[in-house]
């Protein structure tokens, strides 16, 4: 999967002239076959045991708000970033987690539930404390918009995950056959966003330089290692750790570059961060999903 996506991006730096003919606008329908996918997996039991335990829910979206904005902010000062990129790095430690977390964890054997609960939660917590959050480590404002957050995760999360269940309960045999080629499907679906998102951003990103992924490398990879041992402080089992690593570490940066773009005009490297980020917590993604899928205790 990593190999994928690399080549993926690669083509589209390449070729940004061809997959930018692509509008953003089919990146929430792939999000949602990846969903319906993932909700032929499940049982309508996993999310009771969520909602029935919501401290681990409490305790990833917690780890998510802090371990994320402070970890930004801390890069974005030790490597001196100018205020455009700092509004941008700060902005991708701001969001909420991304529905390609719930992919990862899914590859990675982990507690899949709780990753889409964590997901849906943070989600509907970050109208508030991401604008909040942005003005007190950036000392800008965001204004976010609370309704369509909300329609975006029922439509590309909730009822995808739902049509996976109620077919699963219905066509359990054929649900069962198809199981095997999920996995495949999903990474498909990820190469085709991650060649939408960097030929939209290509030529930014040819100008942006080296600092500026190593930032972003380290602040995922920093994420994803924190989450892992606030889990193995607090005693969880292993596909508990996992989520919350991989929950904790992966954000939505789509939605990053969407609110660089449309709230930070005067800072057109802004939206820089997330694009990177797009791409690199896939790969990055790719490898613990690998690692992690090893680790049953």
């Excluded at 032929?40 to 371990?67: E, H, N, W």
């Excluded at 596909?239 to 709230?263: C, D, F, P, W, Y």
Aim: net charge positive; glycine share 8%.
């Amino acid at each position: 999967m990593g190999v994928l996506v690399l080549l993926s991006a690669v083509a589209a730096l390449a070729f940004p002239e061809v997959f930018g003919q692509v509008k953003p606008t089919v990146i929430n329908p792939l999000l949602g076959v990846i969903m319906f996918g993932m909700g032929l997996t499940l049982r309508a039991d996993d999310f009771r045991i969520v909602f029935s335990r919501p401290k681990d829910v409490i305790i990833g979206c917690l780890a998510q708000f802090t371990v994320m904005p402070l970890l930004a902010w801390a890069l974005a000062k030790i490597f001196a970033l100018d205020e455009a990129l700092t509004v941008g790095v700060v902005l991708v430690g701001c969001c909420p987690g991304g529905t390609a977390s719930n992919v990862i964890t899914y590859l990675a054997k982990g507690d899949l539930a709780l990753s889409v609960g964590m997901t849906g939660v943070s989600t509907l917590l970050a109208p508030v404390l991401t604008p909040l959050l942005v003005l007190l480590l950036a000392g800008q404002t965001v204004n976010v918009d609370v309704a369509g957050m909300l329609l975006n995760i029922l439509w590309v999360v909730i009822l995808p995950i739902a049509a996976g269940l109620l077919v699963k309960r219905f066509w359990p045999r054929q649900t069962t056959a198809a199981t095997a080629y999920l996995p495949a499907l999903s990474t498909l679906a990820i190469c085709a966003i991650v060649l939408i998102v960097i030929a939209a951003n290509a030529s930014k990103l040819m100008s942006s330089g080296l600092i500026i992924i190593l930032v972003v490398m380290l602040h995922n990879i920093g994420g994803l290692a924190v989450g892992y041992a606030i889990g193995t402080l607090l005693g969880m089992p292993a596909a508990k750790r996992k989520a919350v690593s991989i929950e904790v570490g992966m954000q939505n940066s789509g939605l990053a570059s969407s609110l660089a773009t449309l709230h930070f005009a005067a800072y057109p490297l802004a939206t820089i961060p997330g694009a990177i980020f797009s791409v690199w917590h896939n790969i990055s993604g790719a490898i613990v999903a690998k690692i992690y899928s090893a680790i049953n205790k």
